[in-house]
């Protein structure tokens, strides 16, 4: 059975018409390119340890003196920078100029075609990072760092998104339903999903304040995390008040919207990794469930992350977009490129150092951070800022304020 093809125009200022092209299929290729890339990252990452491979190329060892944690996060960055030229080659062939040079039915084969040439294209820059200094990745661990931040402010701002475009299909504005039975049908839906949104919230706070406040934990580490518990506790609650109470608000989103953060708050607490601040602690350098369960986790959010974020420009665009009929496919590999940064700094901790400094020996210990804790709460308090904004836009500019893309975020 032959799968529908969906009309879809580049982001072009001299666009002359639309390229069919099957979109699922052009995602799971390039996400199954992502997953592969992190496979073989983690891969290397666990084998690094006593393993002469390395030394193999004197480039990646020429700073890192035999330390295996070095050897495994610089190879990560390596891996990381080939995936990101990879895309970011994809993304400038998907511009409109390229586009032009091309013709539609190139730029439609160029998509959807000869993705074996693509993947030894990527094994090719591979290579040849193996043969670039050092001192190349130590710069690009800091630019991958900045884009990592940019990656998740964008996938903060769609998360968002997709919480008002859901409320807005279950609860429309102008209370518009096709029969009553939809309308009491999606009421119930959403009613149902609200209770559930805040009591995970409830719960897991819950639990946080459990198993994040052991007596044996310093005072000034376990105000800072009892801290992090309570404004994501308080802004869940405030947040609810604040929907009721506002004319357009919905409790939907708001619950939501704590129920991420209250996730997000429990991952970055976990991310610090303190035995004595953390009864659920289990040694990084060992495999173990939380372990395995942590890394497929990031790998699926890493993938999910990129897809989406190339998926939903019109989020981050105060025009009125159809996503049927208006997509950028530079967009979507630059979200890619983005990607392939969040992948380096997530399978290192977010340590640019790359383990040249003391004490990083724990291999396995992806995201298990200061460094890491810090980047999720930011992610947390961002949108809490949000969110409270989009919930006060309408009463601060208007309805047809600009700032309320004519809607209420």
Request: glycine share 6%; charged share 15%; with cysteine.
């Amino acid at each position: 059975m032959t799968e529908e093809l969906v009309p879809i125009s580049t982001n072009s200022a001299r666009d002359t018409g639309d390229v069919n092209v099957c979109m699922k299929q052009v995602k799971m290729r390039y996400g199954a390119v992502v997953l592969i890339v992190f496979l073989i990252a983690l891969m290397f990452k666990w084998i690094s340890e006593g393993d002469n491979f390395w030394r193999v190329f004197n480039s990646m060892d020429d700073k890192c003196h035999g330390n295996e944690y070095c050897l495994g996060s610089t190879f990560t960055f390596r891996l990381s920078f080939s995936l990101f030229v990879f895309f970011f080659i994809h993304a400038v062939l998907s511009t409109g100029f390229s586009r032009d040079c091309l013709g539609d039915a190139a730029f439609k084969a160029f998509l959807t075609q000869g993705m074996i040439f693509k993947v030894i294209l990527l094994a090719i820059l591979i290579v040849i990072t193996l043969f670039i200094p050092f001192d190349f990745f130590v710069g690009y661990g800091y630019f991958a760092f900045g884009m990592s931040i940019l990656f998740l402010l964008i996938q903060t701002v769609i998360l968002l998104d997709f919480a008002y475009s859901w409320n807005d299909r279950w609860i429309p504005p102008d209370g518009a339903y096709e029969s009553e039975e939809d309308a009491s049908r999606y009421k119930k839906w959403a009613i149902c999903c609200t209770f559930i949104f805040f009591n995970v919230g409830i719960v897991i706070c819950s639990l946080c304040y459990k198993w994040f406040a052991p007596s044996g934990c310093p005072s000034e580490d376990k105000n800072l995390q009892l801290f992090f518990i309570t404004l994501t506790l308080v802004f869940g609650v405030l947040g609810t008040l604040g929907s009721a109470a506002i004319e357009r608000g919905s409790i939907l989103i708001s619950s939501f919207a704590f129920a991420y953060c209250a996730i997000m708050t429990y991952s970055a607490i976990r991310s610090r990794g303190k035995e004595e601040c953390d009864e659920l602690y289990s040694d990084p350098t060992k495999i173990n469930f939380n372990t395995i369960l942590s890394l497929v986790i990031a790998a699926v959010a890493i993938i999910h992350a990129s897809l989406s974020a190339g998926s939903s420009r019109s989020a981050l665009t105060t025009r009125d977009i159809d996503d049927e009929e208006y997509f950028s496919f530079s967009y979507f590999f630059a979200c890619f490129c983005l990607g392939s940064c969040y992948l380096a700094m997530t399978l290192n901790s977010w340590d640019i150092n790359t383990g040249t400094s003391p004490g990083h020996d724990a291999v396995l210990a992806s995201e298990t951070s200061e460094a890491s804790m810090w980047i999720k709460i930011s992610t947390v308090w961002i949108t809490m800022i949000l969110f409270t904004w989009a919930l006060l836009a309408p009463v601060l500019c208007g309805e047809e304020g600009y700032c309320c893309k004519e809607r209420t975020f």
